[in-house]
């Protein structure tokens, strides 16, 4: 049994952040909320996602577990009106999951959970370095690397926390101290990242006040954030591109 | 003149001119193309179809007819499969043979029913084998050869009053099922007949003279040849996405009209890339060589590529075999051009040229510096002027995958 009731704005956030990694995800329901772990087909990047219960305005559920196409979701969520409230119920007979929005009924043919990936191991990895920032910041440096290059590179150099591009022949750097971030653990952390992912990564932090980032050196980035109030939260970890060897 | 522009163009007119210097070039060789008398033509079509491009959407269509052929001979018109061993003048002095037997449709015509020669057309096209076919032209039709990049060559041509079929068309079940069926959409009918193994060039002439689809049309031979290319390759390609990735580094390698071919399959996710490396004194290529880079990712490509016709030819090959094979890789393909491809012969010489590389067998690799170093011994192209846009490969080399990080 899975009936829930949420605002549109917030659950079509949520679903973006996810579809930048894959297209089709097994949601894990519980009655203590919802959950999705995903990567992506090159086994690069992973998604994480939790969604506690106290993020919806009604929500009650037993365990179990639904396979979703998550561009189906953002078609039909894409119509409602941010303030809508999304009514979702579990038709578990016949694997169906009828959705109500802004007057509109939609039935949805789930997915065969079995068909779709099983949810990955999370790599238990040990990153020396964190900064927290704001989100906004993250996405502006990104886009100004976009045009020079196909890499970014993220590092903590004692108490600065910088990102640097580089073209074939240009380059860009941006350099953000204590004072112009939010936390900062130093530690060893010098990592490059491929933009293609890094890109669609940073899209759902632009309206993130406080995000999360985990480095080290050579090793996967974690980047962290919180959403609907610290009801639920997005990670991603990208693995990195190693060029030294 | 401009060799890259013309590499990019390949006669289609970009640099102004009312005709391409370089295509004129062949008219030479306009000697070897037959010398008709009498106003009629008559003989085996292959069976084959024309259809323009020029003046779109009133475009010039008809039947290919090599005068005289008989039904034993006509296939071989027409299958560059059975070409592998000739010498590219033979292809031509062969190809030139065929008159074509023109008549200016619109291409919306193919919705009615109402033009006796358009019928006449398609029921030839529905053809699997050789249809005796006689036109009656208002001109003698011009000794002439037409060259084209995505064409097959093509010989002499003229306006018909006329042509007739002397005989009834043998239609494959498949094939008079979807030419029958206006509820199945183009794609769809493509991927059909693909599967029920009718050859490529077949399901081109029947998606050309307007027998496929919904909404009907007549469309240009050079734009159905690409079509049914991508068709069938998207279709391939999401079907391997299913399938485990490869389990090591396979080369394959292999040589087709002066095209070189090689083909790297690797252990990763679907992702497919083309670098195009063209030799000085090439048909399009001038003085000076030219490399250019074309690839798509997992998600496949979006719009047109910018290696044109030949992108989409590379990558079916390469596709049937994954599928045939189960198995999901990433495809590194370089195509070198060398001075022995000295006349365009059409975008067939890569579909073939490929296949014929995929059943050599192929050789295995431990890592991809090893693979690359070995390919690099067959390319004329030193590596350090390709190996650089190969983002592929790059990405292959550098970017690690998560599954790396479980060891501690």
């Known amino acids: 049994m899975f009936k829930a009731a949420i605002n549109a704005e917030l659950l079509r956030d949520a679903i973006a952040a996810l579809a930048v990694i894959v297209d089709e995800v097994r949601f894990k329901i519980k009655p203590e909320g919802i959950s999705v772990k995903a990567v992506d087909p090159a086994n690069v990047a992973m998604g994480i996602f939790e969604l506690g219960s106290s993020a919806f305005e009604e929500y009650s559920a037993d365990e179990s577990e639904i396979g979703v196409d998550l561009n189906k979701i953002m078609d039909l969520l894409g119509i409602a009106d941010k303030s809508d409230t999304v009514r979702m119920e579990l038709e578990e007979s016949n694997h169906k999951l009828l959705i109500d929005v802004g007057g509109l009924s939609y039935t949805l043919s789930l997915l065969d959970p079995s068909t779709i990936r099983a949810e990955p191991r999370v790599p238990q990895l040990e990153l020396p370095a964190k900064v927290v920032l704001n989100g906004a910041d993250l996405r502006r440096a990104v886009k100004a690397a976009e045009k020079i290059s196909d890499h970014l590179l993220m590092g903590v150099s004692e108490d600065t926390f910088y990102m640097e591009a580089k073209g074939d022949t240009d380059q860009v750097r941006l350099e953000m101290g204590r004072d112009q971030l939010i936390d900062l653990k130093a530690g060893e952390a010098c990592s490059l990242f491929s933009l293609d992912y890094l890109t669609d990564i940073v899209k759902p932090t632009n309206k993130v006040n406080e995000v999360t980032l985990s480095l080290g050196k050579d090793f996967p980035i974690f980047i962290d954030f919180e959403i609907a109030n610290g009801a639920g939260r997005i990670s991603y970890l990208l693995a990195p591109r190693i060029e030294s060897d | ?408």
């Open chain 2, 1 to 408: 003149m401009n060799g890259t522009l013309c590499i990019k163009c390949k006669g289609k007119g970009l640099c102004g001119r009312p005709r391409c210097p370089i295509l004129e070039k062949f008219k030479t060789l306009q000697s070897i193309a037959p010398v008709i008398s009498g106003n009629s033509v008559f003989g085996a079509s292959p069976p084959a179809i024309f259809v323009g491009s020029y003046g779109y959407p009133r475009v010039s269509a008809g039947p290919l007819i090599p005068p005289l052929a008989k039904e034993s001979e006509a296939p071989a018109f027409e299958e560059p499969a059975a070409w592998a061993n000739m010498q590219i003048e033979d292809i031509i002095s062969l190809r030139s043979r065929m008159v074509r037997a023109n008549t200016n449709f619109h291409v919306k015509d193919a919705q009615g029913k109402e033009n006796p020669l358009l019928i006449k057309a398609q029921e030839l096209a529905l053809s699997r084998k050789p249809v005796d076919t006689e036109a009656w032209f208002f001109k003698t039709p011009k000794q002439e050869l037409k060259f084209d990049a995505v064409l097959t060559p093509m010989g002499p041509s003229g306006l018909v009053k006329n042509f007739e079929l002397a005989e009834n068309p043998k239609v494959p079940k498949k094939v008079d099922y979807l030419a029958y069926d206006t509820d199945a959409l183009a794609k769809d009918a493509v991927l059909e007949l693909y599967k029920g193994d009718i050859p490529a060039e077949h399901i081109t002439r029947l998606l050309s003279i307007g027998l496929l689809g919904k909404a009907r049309k007549i469309v240009p031979t050079r734009w159905s040849i690409t079509a049914v290319d991508d068709m069938a390759g998207k279709e391939f390609a999401d079907r391997i996405k299913d399938f485990p990735w490869v389990s090591e580094i396979q080369l394959f390698s292999g040589t087709h009209f002066g095209n070189h071919f090689e083909v790297l399959i690797l252990p990763r996710a679907y992702s497919f890339e083309l670098i195009e490396t063209w030799l000085p004194k090439t048909v399009w290529s001038g003085e000076s060589s030219w490399i250019a880079e074309d690839s798509e990712g997992y998600e496949g490509k979006k719009g047109y590529s910018t290696l044109a016709g030949g992108y989409y030819a590379a990558r079916l090959p390469v596709l049937e075999y994954l599928t045939e094979i189960k198995r999901q890789a990433s495809v590194f393909v370089l195509r070198e051009i060398t001075p022995d491809y000295w006349a365009p012969l059409g975008v067939w010489v890569v579909r073939e040229g490929m296949r014929k590389a995929m059943q050599n067998p192929p050789k295995k690799f431990d890592s991809l510096e090893a693979a690359v170093s070995d390919l690099a011994g067959r390319v004329r192209t030193p590596e350090a002027e390709w190996i650089q846009q190969a983002k592929l490969l790059s990405d292959f080399r550098f970017q690690t995958t998560l599954d790396f990080f479980f060891r501690s």
